[in-house]
């Protein structure tokens, strides 16, 4: 038994999905390392070889009439894996690819009925390529073990020397798919599979399935907890007043020196994980935008953004840079003259903190001060509160 051409078609059909997903792609969601579990199930095809079954029918006397094929079934699979990095996993699993066969009747009168079996254990390793936030297209090459048990049964004039030969033996496999993440944890992905399999009559040939799956990552992705902004200000010179020689009027002390202001405020207060998009009600921005409106503030204001290691540099430098033009857009919107406001992403540097954890969740919780947008180099005459 041989496959299918249409395995090509629908791994072409497959890659121009990702690519269409691919220019439309938005930011990328760092992923979470570490194991997961899932399940598939879908149709699963095989060419029947009929000419085979009729030159073997013609080698014993007999005319083949017709041949009814059953190429068609249900196939599942489970399996687990581990996430080695962003782009590569190792997954192993048991598959069963359903049953296959034919009826062939001939002349002299008879039937001669075959059936075939195929289930096994695989080892692949899966290369993802993330589209965009929660999009990704992956590939997998590995090994099957599949195990195929031929039942073979006749009538009349056929005649079947060897009723239930069977086949054990190591192929390879190839698939493409598309995965979503429904959530941190959980994913939908659908994909297209080839195992090569060996039957029990010595014959080689391909299985497709076309299947639809769920995820669960243990651990999933981790989003740290929405923390306060954090204020940093800076320390302001004490003005000790003139001692008099003789005495004379208290004089009135000066007005309070203006002094250079820098808000610290937290990525995950301002954005939804990983996101450029400002969300919910901003209290802080309109305090900060209300103080640069005030009769004391003056300069020009630089808006800095700031991100973990985790990720790309290239990733990481882009989304700085849209998260700081982000909240410089808002300022705008609250009546501050856009002339003065610089908009700037430092991706990775100038970190606060460095984290050496080895857990993923733990390690995305340490580094959370370091993820931030600073607005600075502005003098008021007041601090926010």
Same mark, same amino acid.
């Given at each position: ?22 220019a ?33 029918? /013609?080698? $014993?006397?007999l =005319? ?9 079934? #249900?196939? @599942? +699979?489970?399996?687990? %894996? ?5 782009n ?65 049964? /006749?009538? $009349?004039?056929? =005649? ?9 033996? #190591?192929? @390879? +496999?190839?698939?493409? %798919? ?37 995820v ?22 004490q ?25 610290t ?52 430098q ?13 300022l ?48 008021a ?5």
């Amino acid at each position: 038994m041989t496959t299918r051409s249409t395995f090509a078609r629908n791994a072409g059909r497959v890659t121009a999905v990702a690519l269409a997903a691919c220019a439309g792609s938005t930011a990328l969601a760092q992923d979470a390392l570490g194991w997961y579990g899932g399940a598939n199930v879908g149709r699963t095809s095989a060419t029947i070889d009929d000419a085979r079954i009729t030159s073997g029918l /013609s080698a $014993g006397g007999l =005319r083949t009439n017709s041949i009814s094929d059953r190429d068609r079934d #249900t196939g @599942y +699979k489970v399996f687990g %894996g581990y996430q080695i990095n962003r782009n590569f996993a190792i997954e192993g699993g048991y598959f069963d690819l359903g049953k296959f066969g034919y009826t062939a009747n001939t002349t002299p009168a008879g039937t001669l009925s075959g059936d075939m079996r195929v289930k096994g254990l695989n080892l692949d390793l899966v290369g993802s390529l993330p589209l965009s936030e929660r999009f990704s297209a992956f590939g997998r090459v590995g090994l099957n073990y599949a195990q195929t048990k031929d039942n073979f049964s /006749s009538t $009349g004039a056929v =005649r079947v020397t060897n009723a239930n030969p069977s086949a054990n033996g #190591t192929n @390879y +496999k190839l698939g493409v %798919g598309l995965q979503y993440a429904l959530s941190d944890a959980w994913s939908v992905r659908g994909e297209l599979e080839r195992y090569r399999v060996k039957d029990g009559v010595g014959n080689r040939g391909h299985i497709d399935m076309a299947s639809l799956g769920l995820v669960y990552r243990f651990g999933g992705r981790v989003q740290a907890p929405v923390a306060q902004a954090v204020y940093v200000p800076v320390p302001v010179a004490q003005v000790t007043p003139p001692v008099a020689v003789m005495p004379q009027p208290t004089p009135t002390p000066p007005p309070a020196p203006s002094r250079i202001e820098r808000y610290t405020l937290s990525a995950t207060e301002l954005f939804a994980f990983d996101s450029a998009t400002l969300q919910g009600n901003q209290q802080k921005l309109d305090e900060i935008a209300s103080a640069l409106r005030s009769s004391g503030a003056q300069g020009n204001i630089v808006i800095t953004g700031y991100t973990d290691r985790l990720g790309s540099d290239a990733y990481n430098q882009k989304l700085s840079e849209r998260r700081a033009a982000a909240v410089k857009t808002y300022l705008s919107s609250k009546g501050i003259e856009a002339n003065r406001l610089t908009a700037q992403g430092k991706g990775e540097t100038n970190p606060i903190v460095t984290c050496t954890e080895t857990n993923k969740a733990q390690l995305i919780k340490c580094l959370e001060p370091n993820r931030r947008v600073e607005v600075e180099n502005f003098t008021a005459e007041r601090r926010l509160p």
